[in-house]
T-cell receptor, first 109, second 112 residues
């Protein structure tokens, strides 16, 4: 079983819909990251969470440390939100990230 | 301020050939990482470095070597390339007091 599990793997929605992507992890962590990867490959950090909730524009990320679960929400989705969204965790120290397999999101006009 | 750059962007190798991928960062970051991304697998950590002159193994280190002779550069070497090393390779860096990892644009490697 992977240490970081994301769902769904693929998601197609209509413009304007509320989007939720889930991430569960099975190890102790110091931080959880949400990353975005557009076609063409570049990876951009969206959020880093160690507790609670963060909001940036139309994106909201939450984490429940006790349940080892995080969600990424997109409000008023737009075709430009189409990308792969990746959840990753860091256990501590200088450790690298352990990644989920990603959620491929397509927002249709 | 270029951030994290990777050289080359794309390379085709024959089985058994060697090559070195270069990662450079201009943010004075202590920590640097090499990941590989394969379809259906997600990104996986190959090797990492916590400072100049130091390296450590990650999740999938076999078949790779690394060096960090200068703080700003982290090199990933393939001594004898195998088709299983066909992948997209990403470098990342961060400072010890910050959480955000900054990724390079990736190197697409095809081993025939």
């Amino acid at each position: 079983k992977n240490e970081v599990e994301q769902s769904p793997q693929n998601l197609t929605a209509q413009e304007g819909e509320f989007i939720t992507i889930n991430c569960s992890y099975s190890v102790g962590i110091s931080a959880l990251h949400w990353l975005q990867q557009h076609p063409g490959g570049g990876i951009v950090s969206l959020f880093m969470l160690s507790s609670g909730k963060k909001k940036h524009g139309r994106l909201i990320a939450t984490i429940n440390i006790q349940e080892k679960h995080s969600s990424l929400h997109i409000t008023a989705s737009h075709p430009r939100d189409s990308a792969v969204y990746i959840c990753a965790v860091r256990r501590g120290g200088a450790d690298g990230l352990t990644f989920g397999k990603g959620t491929h999101l397509i927002i249709q006009p | 301020n270029a951030g994290v750059t990777q050289t080359p962007k794309f390379r085709v190798l024959k089985t058994g050939q060697s090559m070195t991928l270069l990662c450079a960062q201009d943010m004075n970051h202590e920590y640097m990482y090499w990941y590989r991304q394969d379809p259906g697998m997600g990104l996986r950590l190959i090797h990492y470095s916590v400072g100049e002159g130091t390296t450590a193994k990650g999740e999938v280190p076999d078949g790779y070597n690394v060096s960090r002779l200068k703080k700003q550069n982290f090199l990933l070497g393939l001594e004898s390339a195998a088709p299983s090393q066909t992948s997209v390779y990403f470098c990342a860096s961060r400072g010890p007091a910050e959480e955000t990892q900054y990724f390079g644009p990736g190197t697409r490697l095809l081993v025939l």
